[in-house]
């Protein structure tokens, strides 16, 4: 099947019902771009960001790859970032995992998975350095789910080391970073408590 015909008609049926709730509601959202918030989250398909917190497009900033990873070597979550904090002024960084992460789960097997191994590796560095914690837990899903939890937080930890947001705090400019993490077995958010307003809240910060 060359063109996916059902999904076009599923797209025109879903623009129709925007409109009838809101008929300028196209014409305004193709005037300008002003969320509030960027989501980096989980490449997973069942963790769709604008729907899990019941927001329209135009309202949240995306960012998705596999398992939430925020690494230097990664030119285009970077780019992503500048763009949100830089030019859209967005106030709101969330970095959002789920339990049952396909990633996460991968990166704790002793096996190879091919090219996305590479990926992956950027997780096994939050295993080494909570290894100790996790393998206290005996149950395999205790342990990914606390994997997902700690991968969260050290990549909130990683958006605050970045020169982007580090700069952004230093001019004074409003922005918080914050942790959170989503179930796909009951559809809830839950927060970490982590969240970071400013650099001397960056564990290990020096002035």
Known sequence: MRVLKHLFEQNRKWAEKVKESDPEFFLKLSKQQNPEY??????????????????????????????????????????????????????????????????IKAAMENKEHGLIDNWLKHIKDVYRTHRAKVDTLQDETEKLNAMCELNVVEQVANVCNTTIVRNAWKSGQELSVHGWIYSIENGILQDLNVCVTGLDEIPGHQK
Request: hydrophobic share 40%.
């Open 38 to 103: 960027l989501w980096i989250g989980c490449s997973d398909s069942r963790v769709p960001s604008n729907q899990i917190v019941g927001m329209l497009p135009g309202e949240i900033f995306v960012h998705r790859n596999i398992a939430n990873v925020v690494v230097p070597s990664d030119l285009n979550c970077l780019s992503v970032i500048q763009y949100a904090v830089e030019v859209l002024k967005i106030k709101h960084i969330i970095v959002c995992g789920h339990y049952g992460c396909g990633g």
